[in-house]
């Protein structure tokens, strides 16, 4: 085969070749899992919301940070001071101030989560949303996908050479999909996450135990390939 007819967008009947597309489709268990922690204050002058703000957020942080490894990473978000207006007077008199903190937690340890999530849905004007499962970009089931894909691809091209009576010569290309300016494959069910909300917990209610079962994640793969075949004969 010569450099020119490598380099040909098509076969030709002394090198006919096949393209095909591989998909892989995998279910496996989340690795991570992340929450979101709004803490919130209302006083009626400034220094009144920020310490009590500045009080709660640090309780937060001190709780998260008590569990050690099982915390993956932390991280403070958004902060807001907003001043609520009177509706009926004249002039700009402020009626209270809102302080809020947003705080992302991920973690590894899905027994640690429902304790943790439960301790923090119990502080005072404390909310709680989540978990988001995920996969780690490193996931060893990313690589496992696209090597099933790339299999399935090889299988389905000797399947259309079997069908002409001939056999595969040569791998030509390999791509993943989008790679040549396709339109990329949308994951089935979007990104796959749950989301759970949890209220903080009045002074005489006791915080319930959460028993919180991972949702698998779905991981896709799809590859483009063509290929040569020794001419049939027809």
């Known amino acids: 085969m010569t450099q020119d007819t490598a380099h040909q967008p098509y076969g030709t009947p002394e090198v006919p070749r096949v393209a095909v597309r591989g998909e892989a489709t995998l279910e496996v268990e989340p690795e991570i899992a992340r929450i979101t922690i709004t803490v919130n204050a209302r006083g009626t002058d400034r220094r009144t919301a920020l310490e009590d703000l500045t009080r709660r957020n640090n309780t937060v942080l001190e709780l998260i940070k008590s569990y050690g490894e099982p915390v993956e990473k932390l991280e403070t978000g958004a902060f807001s001071i907003t001043p609520e207006l009177t509706r009926h007077g004249r002039g700009e008199r402020v009626r209270a101030y809102h302080g809020r903190v947003n705080i992302t937690a991920e973690l590894n340890d899905f027994t640690t989560l429902g304790e943790l999530t439960t301790r923090l849905a119990d502080l005072e004007l404390t909310r709680v949303d ?34 002409l009576g001939t056999d595969l010569a040569a791998l030509v290309e390999l791509a ?18 749950r989301t759970m909300a949890f209220a903080t917990a009045t002074e005489d209610d006791t915080a319930p135990p959460l028993d919180l079962e991972p949702q698998r994640q779905t991981v896709h793969a799809q590859v483009n390939a063509r290929f040569t075949m020794t001419p049939p004969q027809l």
């Open 176 to 193: 993943d999909l989008g790679a040549e300016n396709e339109t990329p494959f949308a994951r089935p069910g979007g990104s796959g996450m």
């Open 130 to 163: 989540g978990p988001w499962w995920a996969l780690r970009p490193t996931s060893p089931a990313h690589g496992e996908a696209r090597r099933q894909a790339v299999l399935e691809a090889v299988q389905r091209a000797r399947e259309y050479a079997h069908a």
